[in-house]
């Protein structure tokens, strides 16, 4: 995506605090001022012009859920689903009976009528469909990590970077997540004191493993547990985990420390089903992430610890703070909602989770937020390309095609729906990538500047 990046880089404890009114604090920290700014839900909003025409190439269980949720947008017009496995084409078109089926992604392409293409194939297919549809003039999404190399990444981000015209957005679903975006402040504000390390783990009892009639297509079904190209936990599963720690943190790590084992599933597959990876930060912060295919307990969270609290982010992007008994008091955690973990009692950090709203109306229930972190992704996505195409049309039919460089600069000036760009989705993916190859080796990699740049 070339256009306009928000960036919260600048924002300090100072400018948290300043201002002194318990409304300003609570808006930012999850208090009755941020529900009016929360987006409607989908049912509820109308598209402000023509319907997106979208087509979905991959339909694996991912691949479903993506069409599942862009049959509940307003704004997209699912017109076709591709697949190369007739059993993956016939069970999706039973979800979106209207949409036109094909085994080719390149008919797609060439369909004039077709806006964007949401690409949830394997990671090691996503070049040449990716490099193909932007070429072909369509706005990409295109489900992280980006690739299975370096190399790879690299074309496709050079690529959507140079790609004027059109919206590309890697599936880093969480930054789209206004629930997140609320959170960032606080993160970053220095509210938890001195921030001592991080954590994120992803446990889940599965074995990975699809069955089909077909020896050859089931081993083409199972390309996760192939470690010649598969980037397995921390790659596959991780990559979304590490971003969201890496924007939270507003730093890039020096190194990783990786771990693999295979545990549990000895079905003759080369992909660890248990891998541990320690990122190191400036300043000496550490983020460790675990991801087990051997147990479910507890199963996904991020916990980022300071001198004065800890933040945890769980169930659909809910947070909740935990004090320490000499943190300073900021004024607002008396109004906020208390919830129970374990021994320790949580101040939610959620939108609408003030108790403030119970003392001036009447009580109501607790109603979590009913879209998920895929549907605000999708939905940035399909309302930047309308915009994006609409403002090129009008550029066009105003000041002609030929001068880029004015175009560029016109469309940078839109503020656009937040969602991952070009940039994060490829720096996401080489961390990955050198992330999964210190698991696979059990050894440190440091991270070379070169391997962030592109030409």
């Given at each position: ?391 090129v049309e009008d550029f066009v039919s105003t000041y002609g095609g030929s001068d ?52």
């Amino acid at each position: 995506m070339s256009q306009n990046e928000t960036s919260l880089s600048g924002f300090n404890r100072r400018d948290f605090l300043r201002g002194g009114s318990l409304a300003t604090i609570m808006t930012l920290l999850g208090g009755v001022p941020l529900v009016a700014q929360r987006p409607a839900s989908a049912a509820e909003e109308k598209p402000a012009g023509p319907k997106v025409k979208c087509a979905v190439i991959g339909l694996g269980a991912w691949g479903r859920e993506i069409v599942s949720t862009l049959l509940r947008l307003p704004q997209a017009d699912l017109a076709v689903i591709c697949d190369t496995y007739p059993a993956y084409l016939r069970r999706t078109g039973n979800l979106a009976p209207s949409a036109k089926k094909t085994e080719d992604y390149k008919t797609i392409l060439d369909d004039k009528e077709i806006t964007a293409v949401i690409i949830a194939t394997p990671t090691h297919l996503h070049k040449d469909i990716a490099l193909a549809a932007l070429s072909a003039g369509k706005h990409v999404y295109c489900e992280a990590p980006l690739a299975n190399t370096v190399e790879d990444a690299r074309a496709i981000a050079t690529a959507a970077r140079d790609a004027v015209k059109q919206v590309f957005q890697p599936g880093l679903q969480n930054r789209s997540d206004p629930q997140l975006h609320f959170l960032v402040p606080f993160i970053r504000s220095g509210a938890c004191g001195n921030l001592a390390l991080a954590r994120a783990q992803w446990n889940k009892k599965q074995s990975w493993r699809t069955t089909s009639p077909n020896p050859e297509k089931e081993k083409q079904l199972n390309w996760r547990l192939d470690k010649a190209i598969s980037l397995g936990l921390v790659g596959e599963v991780g990559i979304h985990q590490i971003d969201q720690a890496v924007w939270f943190l507003n730093k890039a790590p020096k190194s990783v420390l990786g771990f693999g084992s295979l545990i549990n599933w000895n079905d003759g597959r080369d992909v660890p089903d248990t891998v541990q990876a320690v990122f190191e930060f400036p300043g000496g912060v550490r983020l460790g992430y675990d991801a087990t295919l051997a147990n479910s307990f507890e199963a996904e969270y991020e916990v980022y610890y300071g001198s004065d609290a800890a933040v945890m982010v769980r169930d659909n992007n809910k947070a909740w703070m935990f004090k320490e008994v000499d943190a300073p008091l900021l004024g607002w955690e008396v109004y906020a909602k208390k919830d129970q973990f374990y021994r320790d009692t949580g101040i939610s950090l959620r939108a609408d989770a003030s108790k403030q709203k119970s003392i001036l109306t009447k009580p109501e229930d607790d109603v979590a937020d009913q879209k998920t972190p895929l549907s605000y992704a999708l939905e940035s996505f399909v309302g930047n390309a309308a915009e994006i195409s609409n403002a090129v049309e009008d550029f066009v039919s105003t000041y002609g095609g030929s001068d880029l460089a004015a175009m560029k600069k016109t469309l940078g000036e839109i503020t656009l729906r937040p969602g991952a760009t070009w940039k994060e989705g490829y720096d996401a993916t080489v961390l990955a990538i050198k992330a999964n190859e210190a698991i696979t080796r059990g050894d440190k990699i440091l991270f070379q500047k070169e391997w962030f740049e592109l030409a």
